[in-house]
Structure formats: structure tokens, C-alpha cells
């Protein structure tokens, strides 16, 4: 099978290798589709994210959809030639943390396109069969992959707990962060504004209906903004591009007594940030890890309703041995470029 390695920093190696064989409880899956993460970007650019170091050739990819295989055990519910997409995560399901029904902090979590558990940027892939959701035919494959974004998406709002009514500004205007947008919306909440510094990326946000999209140094139509609201600003801020000047704003963007949920990554691990606003403002401070499985199952049923649109994001499709420069274009962030989809894939 074909499968793209990245070997070094902006480099990748199309290589043919031995396509893997399912174990006891996998299913073997032909990837259609597969997405550009920002974190696969954080490899791609940096070799790392925080303590994770690629120190040798590694197949990423950790947001894709396909068609099974080979069931084995998990065929009654998933035949052959069954549309799939498939939840990252694999947990133990015994620890302490898979035992408080929050398998995302695993004590043993395995994370497909995380080292050392490869992932979908490969013709083939095998998984366990309870990672697996049946993707149903109103979602077609260039969307599949941002099923796992949009899980993600979810699982930020579930952790600000009941938004409906509540004022929120959104940093970041990548996938994560507009999606976001569109499930604090769907849920009822009031997006005041977003900031993002790519111009294409403000026009995007807007064709999705967000009126309000600033430059991020744009102090003095922010301060409008707060002046709207109430005169304190926002009662939820949600950082979603994982830069630490963000990471600074959004303490100084909420309200006192506010929330500030941290859902960006920062690759490079250590960042200098001065959090005394946050202590003088009473802050209430939630971090992201991933998503949990009801989030992903969620993140299906609301695509395939149509109650959230996922097409606009699926303009940029390269075929697999354009990886290359799918990734390289998703680095330089080129104009229009908001999600770079590899498809057709295996």
C-alpha cells in the first residue's frame, strides 16, 4: 500500500509498504479521505508538539473516514464496504479516568497519528472496531475528516457548560475555531466577535455569518465591542489559535470573573505568558483535551441533519500524492485555504 512519512521537517517520502493486518478486535479500513490538522502542521513545521518529538519516519493523520475492509469480529455491524469514520482515541477503558467516563485523559490513551500509533495518511489502516461510527451517505468523504474537528468543537462548548444567551468572542478563525463559532450559535449562544489576523480567513468567517471578524491588534474596535457588552466585555473568550500573544488576550478580552477556555496548541511546549490579569480578574481558566466519544457521535448526527454545514470547508482537495503540497500550502496558509482534504486517499 502507499502511505505518506513524513521523514523530516517539511519533507515527506510517498513509500509502498505492506498493508497491516487487523488483530483481535480491529477492523481493517481503506482510507478515502483525511485531514490537515493543525497539530499534523505543528510535526510538519516543527517536528514536535510540546514532549512529543518525531525522532523517526512517521505516518500522521488522525482526522479521515474510509470503507471496511476486513470486520473480523465487528462485522455484523460493520460489513464489508460500510462507510466508517473513526474516533482517534483509543483508550483503555480501565483506568481511573476511562472509569469517570473521561477516556480522553486516559492514563494509557493511544492516539491513531500520534506517536507511535500511526495514522490515515496510508491507503490502509487498522483500528479497534469501537472506534469506528457509520458515516452515513449524506456525508460525502472530503467532509468526513472534519467530523473529528467538529467533535473537538463540540467538546469546547460542553465545557463552558449552558451557553444559551451568553456573550462570547472567538480568537482564531481556523477550522477549530470557526466551528466553534457555528455550535455556540447552534446552541444559543452570542458570538460577539472573532479576531484573526489572515484576511481570507475574516472573509470565510463571515461567509459563515459572523459579522464581527477584527484584526487581532485591533484594540480600539474591540473596545467597542466591550463597551457593547455591558461595558466589561465577553463572559466567555475562547482562544483557538495557540499563539501566546492570544493566549495574553484572552485574559485581557474577558470580563472580570469571566471564562477563558484554551483550546489552541502552542507546538513549542514552554511559552512565556504573564497571567497576573488572570489572577486580578478572578478567572475562570478550562483547557482542551481533545474530544470525548458521545462529542464525535454528536458531531455525525448534527452534519447529517444539515444542521451544520460542513461543504464550505472542503474547498481545497488534493489527491494523495499531492500531500506534499497540500501541507505545504495549509502552512503558508494560502488565500482561501481554511482546510486542506486529501481525497482520494486509498
Not at 525522532?55 to 493523520?61: A, C, L, T
Not at 472509569?99 to 490502509?124: H, M, Q, S, V, W
Not at 451568553?166 to 457555528?182: E, H, N
Not at 457593547?228 to 495574553?248: I, R
Request: aromatic share 10%; net charge negative.
Amino acid at each position: 500500500m502507499r502511505a505518506a512519512y513524513l521523514v523530516a521537517p517539511y519533507r515527506f517520502e510517498r513509500r509502498e509498504v505492506p498493508a497491516p493486518t487487523p488483530g483481535k478486535a480491529e477492523v481493517l479500513v481503506r482510507v478515502t479521505a483525511a485531514g490537515v490538522c493543525g497539530s499534523d502542521l505543528h510535526f510538519y513545521s516543527a517536528g514536535r508538539i510540546g514532549e512529543v518529538v518525531l525522532d523517526q519516519p512517521f505516518v500522521m493523520g488522525h482526522e479521515f473516514c474510509g470503507v471496511v475492509e476486513d470486520a473480523g469480529e465487528f462485522s455484523a455491524s460493520f460489513p464489508k464496504g460500510t462507510r466508517v469514520a473513526a474516533e482517534p482515541s483509543i483508550a483503555c477503558g480501565t483506568c481511573f479516568y476511562c472509569r469517570e467516563d473521561r477516556p480522553n485523559l486516559c492514563l494509557n490513551l493511544t492516539f491513531i497519528g500520534f506517536p507511535p500509533k500511526g495514522g490515515g495518511y496510508a491507503e490502509f489502516i487498522t483500528l479497534p472496531g469501537e472506534n469506528l461510527r457509520c458515516l452515513p451517505d449524506s456525508i460525502p468523504d472530503p467532509q468526513g475528516p472534519l467530523v473529528e474537528t467538529l467533535a473537538v468543537a463540540i467538546h469546547t462548548v460542553e465545557l463552558m457548560g449552558d451557553v444559551r444567551g451568553k456573550s462570547v468572542a472567538i480568537l482564531g478563525a481556523g477550522p477549530v475555531g470557526l466551528l466553534t463559532f457555528l455550535f455556540l450559535r447552534y446552541c444559543g449562544a452570542t458570538v460577539a466577535y472573532m479576531t484573526e489576523p489572515i484576511e481570507s480567513r475574516r472573509e470565510f468567517a463571515q461567509f459563515l455569518g459572523m459579522p464581527t471578524v477584527l484584526q487581532p491588534d485591533d484594540f480600539q474596535s474591540i473596545a467597542e465591542q466591550e463597551r457593547e457588552l455591558d461595558g466589561v466585555g465577553p463572559e466567555f473568550v475562547v482562544e483557538a489559535a495557540g499563539e501566546p500573544a492570544s493566549y495574553s488576550q484572552a485574559m485581557q478580552f474577558v470580563r472580570r470573573g469571566g471564562t477563558v477556555i484554551y483550546c489552541g496548541i502552542y507546538p513549542y511546549g514552554a511559552m512565556s505568558v504573564d497571567f497576573t490579569p488572570a489572577r486580578r480578574k478572578e478567572l475562570r481558566m478550562v483547557f482542551v483535551r481533545r474530544s470525548l466519544p458521545r462529542n464525535y457521535s454528536e458531531a455525525i448526527r448534527l452534519v447529517a441533519s444539515g444542521e451544520i454545514d460542513l461543504a464550505p470547508f472542503c474547498r481545497a482537495v488534493y489527491p494523495f500524492d499531492r500531500v506534499a503540497t497540500a501541507f505545504e500550502d495549509a502552512w503558508k496558509r494560502v488565500p482561501g485555504l481554511v482546510k486542506a482534504i486529501l481525497h482520494p486517499v486509498g
